[in-house]
């Protein structure tokens, strides 16, 4: 037997085929299984180690397809947090991914919405990968535990053709957009993903993601998308998503799907229907889904998106004409998405991720505490956190039906995703609290 060999024994085995589960030994020869036997039946001379897994469980390793390790894996290769889990595949790329540079998406790392810190070399890095194959080989290269692959973040493929400007592309930029999607297809992307609710991905009309999508199709790729709502407009954010699975030929995949806030729990069964209802018509659509009850992501997902146009989202936070245009457009519209009531309320908005030392004390309070606390709504708070921050703030959002968890989790077209980062606690508790999905 070879040195590195490992023999595994009276374990329940899963396969992962969806047979019923049995005892039996397995053996390992580096990455490879050698074998596969019932209890007793593999040869022990030589073998370098014999693990008892009795009582235990050895099944195929858990794939993250939402996985934010893009900056974590930079710096640190071991993903601590997921392989613990047993997660031994990152799928990564919602909305944004370091490469490639190309057109006016020259300096990725200023569009990130990852907040971690990677060393300069890393970032020396990043401004060379001209193509999407460059980044995923570079960390390879580099060493890491899990198996990694990847979507073309829609953010970072709109950012070169049209950088932070909102509007439809011309001619010239939709075909730079086709032709980058195109080469990273070529370079192993699974396909495209969209965060249609955060700039520049929601600048994107759905005749933008059609194109873009069909040139995925000739690839036999997949187009993964946070739809544009999930909470007021729920139902037509997933009728745009069928729509581009069916008008560009190509399968769709829902990101953590949810009807988020209370008054939309209720429409759940109902998404569901409508999802199950187009698999019939032979459209291939699934989804993913993390079995918690709160979501996260900036707080500055509460603003218009338009606030963010031209890359001056901080810039226009200081303008007096546009904060009150702020203030009208949300306070006139309380089904937009912006609005604490399709997030749990401020009571349900958990702002954690704060990096000024002055705002720490605001960790462990929602948004109507801290509002309270400032003598303000909770509009103008979120306004003022934002700029005393000058970053997105990472945010708790206890808006999701525990109800609706339990009926999502036998669906067989769910399956389950972090929507978060693998890191190691040890290194990682400086940068604020962290999500138990991660």
């Not at 590195?4 to 030994?25: E, K, M, V």
């Not at 932070?164 to 992307?189: I, K, N, V, Y």
Request: proline share 6%; with cysteine; aromatic share 8%.
């Amino acid at each position: 037997m070879p040195e590195s060999s490992t023999l595994i024994r009276n374990a329940r085995i899963i396969d992962g085929t969806g047979n019923p589960w049995q005892y039996g030994d397995l053996l390992l020869t580096g990455d490879r299984i050698e074998a596969i036997a019932p209890p007793g039946a593999i040869f022990t001379a030589g073998v370098a180690e014999i693990v008892d897994a009795s009582g235990l469980v050895a099944c195929p390793g858990f794939i993250d397809i939402q996985s934010h390790s893009i900056l974590s894996l930079m710096i640190d290769g071991r993903c601590l947090s997921k392989i613990t889990q047993g997660i031994t595949t990152e799928i990564m790329g919602e909305a944004w991914t370091p490469a490639p540079v190309a057109g006016r998406h020259t300096d990725p790392m200023e569009n990130s919405i990852l907040p971690m810190p990677i060393s300069d070399e890393w970032h020396e890095k990043i401004r060379a990968w001209t193509r999407f194959g460059d980044w995923l080989q570079t960390v390879a290269d580099a060493g890491v535990s899990p198996n990694i692959g990847s979507f073309l973040g829609g953010g970072t493929l709109r950012h070169v053709g049209k950088g932070m400007e909102m509007g439809r592309p011309s001619a010239d930029e939709l075909e730079l957009m086709r032709r980058t999607m195109a080469e990273a297809m070529e370079d192993g992307a699974f396909g495209v993903s969209y965060a249609l609710i955060y700039p520049p991905d929601s600048y994107t009309d759905t005749d933008e993601l059609i194109e873009i999508c069909k040139v995925v199709s000739r690839y036999n790729g997949l187009y993964i998308t946070h739809m544009r709502s999930e909470g007021a407009q729920l139902f037509e954010g997933l009728e745009e998503a069928l729509a581009i699975g069916r008008r560009a030929d190509l399968p769709v995949e829902i990101y953590h799907l949810k009807a988020s806030g209370a008054a939309n729990w209720h429409k759940m069964p109902s998404t569901i229907a409508r999802i199950e209802e187009a698999r019939a018509q032979g459209l291939d659509v699934t989804a993913d889904m993390y079995p918690y009850a709160a979501s996260g992501t900036g707080l500055s997902s509460l603003l218009p998106t338009w606030t963010a146009a031209d890359g001056n989202f901080f810039e226009n936070l200081e303008d007096a004409a546009v904060r009150a245009r702020i203030r009208k457009e949300m306070l006139d519209d309380p089904a937009s998405n912006g609005q604490p009531s399709t997030r749990g309320g401020a009571a349900g908005v958990l702002p954690v991720g704060f990096h000024k030392e002055e705002n720490r004390p605001y960790i462990g309070k929602n948004l109507a505490q801290i509002a309270a606390e400032m003598g303000q709504d909770w509009l103008d708070c979120t306004i003022d956190l934002l700029r005393s921050e000058g970053q997105r703030i990472g945010t708790i959002f206890l808006s999701i039906s525990e109800d609706n968890l339990r009926t999502q989790l036998p669906l067989p077209w769910i399956k389950f995703s972090t929507d978060a980062a693998g890191v190691d606690p040890a290194w990682a508790a400086e940068l604020g609290p962290t999500h138990p999905r991660a």
